[in-house]
């Protein structure tokens, strides 16, 4: 355990440190939200004006469709489950993940199936094409034959989520250090926890819905077929059965980390922390009973629309909670405005924003009118791009010196902050408008008066991309050099993290600390 | 919970990467099979013997590491949580079969068959079709009749349809698996009263009764095949009925293996002992999780059937 980092690549491809694959983790999930971005760029392109000019349809419906599963399950939860890796263990004074090949394991899964799923581009017949969420028939009957591929990329992807998923949960309930007892842990922690319940809990039901998929399209089973007796729509309840635990997935670390990052910018002890805990399981609980909102046109009975309504409805309780104590701890709180600082004032502002549109969405009546336009497409934006972008971002410039042992070039992290946070509203907030006039979402060409707000949209994402390259060359100036960070990095910061030297020795806490 | 502090990190592994590569190998292989690629059955094979390889190393390495005793307690609680929530995963993957079925019998099929919400489709596209349980018309030959692309079963596993209890083999199934969920935990209480014998003994007879089992789910899908025209697509009973039973029977070969396993470690290398038997353990956890998997299928598939 004394030995520090092998050399060359065998470090990189053999580890089992927590830290090296928590890098790993980072460095796929940011290449992964570039290529993604770049699909998203692909198809703001396209609807900078009305007319079809860049790309032929067939060929947008594939950038849809890969810019959400990418951003999905390459770039969002790869950065969670970084962000795990590095931080759960020096939180709780481990001295690893509690299954160090197994943590290895999950993430050397994740090239290969990201690899085979891009590929499918390239295959006769084009890539997945039928959304990120892959509506049977059009996956089935009337997919391309790339979708078997893409149906075993999921497979493994979900293998490596559940792998990851156990491994957290292990560390959580087993390594943390004497005095460290449950409701002593950070919220970072808690919130990883429970997410890493919902993904053993609803991965498998997604291995399951694809299976079912790929049985249809080979094997002549009749799951989605009315003619054997199935149900296309037996489809989007599996799926959202996944689907809207999954989106939690993708906010409930972003909780834990805002939560962290306030209180230190604030200079106040998080307001309300036995709340946040409970909240954040309420949500979790919440989430099982919730998935049918997504699927309100499809033709329920009444019964079914009034039940997920008012179930999606009671998410704004513990989700109100949440907004209220983080509002609270920075009240008159001697505040002071670092990078990480404006990225999750940012997050709870905006993401506010996406809930109240979430609000409007629940409302059964109402949704028949939003249903499929671009105010969904506002709305989850809004909450995934300040949400979990946005939180991942201050979580790397808030741990970043504690990483590598550098501060980051300030100015450089507020113009970031600054340019990502004008292009992110330039690009969704007319989304809102031209959604409730009508416009409908994953189209290549759009009526002749949603024209301006769209190409506002475009030039929003482009600037929005932008910042993300400056982001790259802050990351990696900040490891080459910069001034050295202490131990503290920042003024009086919580947490056992802060306890240890800048960068954080290659082995951190062999002998477990005593927390008081 | 309290750190030991002596927490057993390997510094170094090429298994996950190789397990990596070889599961690649094994579902790219498997997708360019389905498709109907040349290069599918090779690529299939050679992935598949790699994953198998990696995986025997690497349960060597964790055998030999707690061996040479550097498996504290501490790890050994981290053992029990990962196969305790394994467990949890698959038992998500079958409810999401499980929930298919229900959904299909109480909500798809009525509502195709025009109640409820469903009298204009019943009216405008499957006019005719009666919702029925097992399926034996499907709505498609309701339609079209002979012209139908997806036809009913001629006949069905439901108890309904079984002459008597006693010459009714999904009952004798019920009862060689639940009789080895029984002789498992015999061989558990043996072990860990430290007899040996007594241990190999019940683990052996457990894994012939898996064995059995799998013999008596091939003699009844080759019947089914054969006998009663059910079949894979026939129409939603064939697919829910074949996709359970077919889930589960995989799940019991994966956990026959496993108990053989440690059968012929303990017979043939003496493992185990009464406090370190966690590999045996992990398995009848697992037996027993498959077991409770086919009560549910007795009753939802067979029974209710």
Request: aromatic share 18%; with cysteine.
């Amino acid at each position: 355990m004394a030995h520090g980092p092998a050399t060359g690549l065998s470090r990189w491809l053999f580890t089992t440190n927590h830290k090296d694959i928590g890098t790993l983790y980072l460095w796929f999930s940011f290449a992964m939200f570039m290529l993604g971005g770049v699909f998203a760029l692909v198809v703001r392109a396209e609807l900078f004006e009305p007319g079809l000019q860049i790309v032929d349809p067939e060929f947008f419906n594939q950038m849809t469709t890969m810019h959400g599963l990418i951003m999905v399950f390459g770039a969002v939860m790869p950065a969670f489950v970084g962000l795990a890796n590095w931080m759960v263990p020096m939180m709780i004074g481990a001295p690893d993940m509690a299954l160090p090949r197994m943590n290895n394991w999950s993430f050397w899964i994740l090239p290969f199936a990201f690899a085979m799923l891009v590929s499918t581009l390239f295959m006769e017949g084009g890539g997945p094409n039928f959304g990120w969420t892959f509506y049977a028939p059009l996956s089935t009957t009337y997919a391309p034959p790339s979708v078997t591929f893409f149906i075993f990329a999921i497979h493994i992807m979900g293998a490596s989520s559940i792998m990851g998923a156990i491994n957290i949960i292990a560390t959580i309930l087993n390594m943390r250090a004497p005095g460290m007892t449950l409701m002593k842990m950070p919220l970072f922690v808690w919130t990883w926890l429970i997410t890493a319940y919902l993904l053993i809990a609803v991965m498998p039901v997604l291995a399951g819905v694809v299976t079912m998929m790929l049985m249809d399209i080979h094997f002549g089973t009749s799951f989605f077929d009315a003619a054997g007796g199935g149900d296309p729509v037996l489809f989007q309840h599996i799926f959202w059965f996944f689907g809207h635990p999954e989106v939690y997935i993708m906010i409930l670390p972003a909780f834990g980390i805002v939560s962290a990052i306030i209180p230190t910018f604030a200079r106040k002890p998080l307001f309300g922390y036995a709340s946040m805990v409970y909240a954040t399981a309420s949500i979790a609980f919440l989430s099982f009973i919730v998935w049918a909102h997504h699927m309100f046109t499809v033709g329920m009975p009444l019964a079914g629309e009034l039940f997920f309504m008012y179930a999606t409805m009671l998410i704004a309780v513990p989700t109100g909670v949440k907004v209220f104590n983080w509002v609270t701890t920075m009240f008159k709180g001697a505040m002071t405005f670092e990078t990480p600082m404006l990225f999750s004032i940012a997050f709870v502002i905006l993401f506010t924003i996406g809930g109240f549109s979430g609000l409007m969405l629940a409302i059964a009546p109402a949704d028949f009118q939003y249903h499929d336009t671009y105010f969904v497409v506002a709305h989850f934006h809004y909450v995934l791009v300040p949400g979990a972008i946005f939180s991942i971002t201050a979580a790397v410039y808030y741990w970043l010196p504690k990483w590598c042992g550098n501060m980051y070039n300030e100015t450089m992290g507020k113009t970031h902050f600054w340019m990502a946070f004008v292009g992110l509203n330039l690009t969704f907030f007319p989304m809102h408008f031209v959604g409730l006039a009508g416009m409908p979402r994953r189209i290549p060409d759009y009526a002749l008066q949603f024209a301006d707000f769209n190409m506002i949209a475009s030039c929003g994402a482009f600037l929005f991309g932008a910042a993300q390259v400056m982001f790259l060359f802050n990351v990696i100036a900040t490891i080459r050099g910069g001034k050295k960070a202490t131990a503290e990095v920042w003024e009086n910061p919580e947490g056992l993290e802060w306890t240890v030297a800048s960068p954080a020795p290659y082995h951190t806490f062999s002998v477990p600390p005593t927390v008081k | 919970m309290a750190s030991e502090g002596t927490y057993y990190v390997p510094e170094q592994s090429k298994l996950p990467i190789f397990a990596s590569l070889g599961l690649f190998l094994t579902v790219f292989g498997a997708a360019n099979w389905i498709n109907g690629n040349d290069t599918g059955p090779v690529l299939f094979t050679c992935g598949s013997i790699l994953f198998a390889y990696v995986l025997w190393v690497w349960f060597s390495t964790v055998i030999s590491e707690n061996m040479a005793g550097l498996n504290s307690a501490q790890l050994k609680r981290s053992y029990v949580w990962g196969m305790g929530w394994f467990i949890f995963s698959e038992v998500m993957f079958f409810a999401a079969f499980f929930g298919a079925l229900w959904y299909v019998r109480n909500l798809a099929l009525p509502w195709l068959g025009g109640e409820g919400a469903g009298a204009a489709t019943n009216e405008f596209l499957w006019k005719g079709f009666e919702h029925t349980w097992p399926l034996m018309v499907t709505p498609d030959m309701a339609v079209n009749g002979e012209a139908a692309r997806v036809t009913g079963p001629e006949q069905n596993m439901s108890f309904s349809t079984a002459g008597s209890l006693w010459t009714w083999l999904p009952f004798w199934n019920t009862v060689v698996l639940l009789t080895s969920s029984v002789t498992v935990h015999f061989a558990h209480t043996a072990l860990k009263s430290a007899k040996r014998s007594a241990f190999n003994f019940w683990l052996g007879l457990t894994v012939g009764l898996g064995f059995l089992f799998l013999g008596l789910q091939a003699w009844e899908y080759v019947h089914a095949y054969n006998a009663l025209g059910l079949t894979l697509d026939s129409g939603i009973y064939g697919t829910t009925f074949f996709m359970l039973t077919g889930f589960h029977g995989a799940h019991v070969t994966l956990g026959t293996i496993m108990l053989l396993i440690m059968f012929l470690r303990s017979v043939m290398k003496g493992h185990f002992k009464h406090d370190d038997c966690f590999g045996f353990e992990s398995a009848s956890w697992y037996w027993h999780f498959v077991d409770v998997v086919w009560v549910g299928l007795f009753i939802f598939v067979y029974i209710l059937g």
